[in-house]
């Protein structure tokens, strides 16, 4: 059982690798109807739907043609563990927008695990890049939430500034953990 972090961080990755210039990550946990709810927005190239339903479930499919890939797999077998589910929808040079659902309190529920290394590892990532990737990542949990938009965070450094430089990550990575604290109410 792996941290959602690291599937958050694999999902991502895909959204990257269609040279999406912008993912959305939310968590929201809602403790009341105990749900948490993972989403993931890009404005990447999309996928058909032909091709999105041999990507949902991978072992039905025939063609041999493409690497089976098992990131999303496996994450909707996470989430229908949990009395969740994974619904993706995706158009075809627009973006794609992935949801994963699980019940909070699952006892099968993998812990979030640490979403400021997860963060950081895209970061890098998206740096990295033929262009830059920016993030959005919000956290919620009932009332409370954190946002941090790298765009906004890009404006500050100005142009001459990465948002892979080593000290600027390190800010990046306490700015995240310093939220989080704030929203999990100080534990
Ligand atoms: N956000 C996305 N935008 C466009 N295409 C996507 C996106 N996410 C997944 N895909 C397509 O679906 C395929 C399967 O994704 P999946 O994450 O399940 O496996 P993978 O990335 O190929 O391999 P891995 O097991 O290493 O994750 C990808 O190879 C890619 O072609
Ligand atoms: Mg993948």
């Known amino acids: 059982m792996k941290d959602l972090s690291l599937h958050i961080l694999d999902l991502s990755q895909n959204s990257i690798t269609a040279g999406a210039d912008l993912v959305e990550i939310s968590i929201k ?66 973006g794609t927008r992935l949801k994963a659902e699980f019940k909070h309190s699952h006892i099968d529920r993998a812990p979030i695990g640490n979403t400021a290394e997860t963060m950081l590892s895209l970061i890098m990532a998206g740096s990295d890049a033929d262009k830059v990737v920016d993030f959005v990542y919000r956290h919620i949990i009932d009332e409370r939430e954190f946002c941090m938009d790298t765009r906004e965070i890009r404006v500050v450094l100005g142009d001459d500034v990465s948002l892979g430089e080593p000290e600027v990550l390190m800010w990046i990575k306490d700015y995240i953990c310093e939220g989080l604290k704030n929203i999990r109410g100080g534990v």
């Open 29 to 94: 946990e809602d403790t009341v109807a105990d749900r948490l709810t993972i989403s993931i927005i890009d404005n990447g190239k999309g996928m058909d739907k032909d091709f999105l339903e041999r990507v949902m479930d991978p072992f039905v499919t025939t063609r041999t043609s493409r690497k089976v890939g098992l990131g999303i797999p496996l994450m909707m077998a996470a989430c229908k563990r949990c009395e969740g589910d994974l619904v993706i929808e995706s158009e075809k040079n627009v």
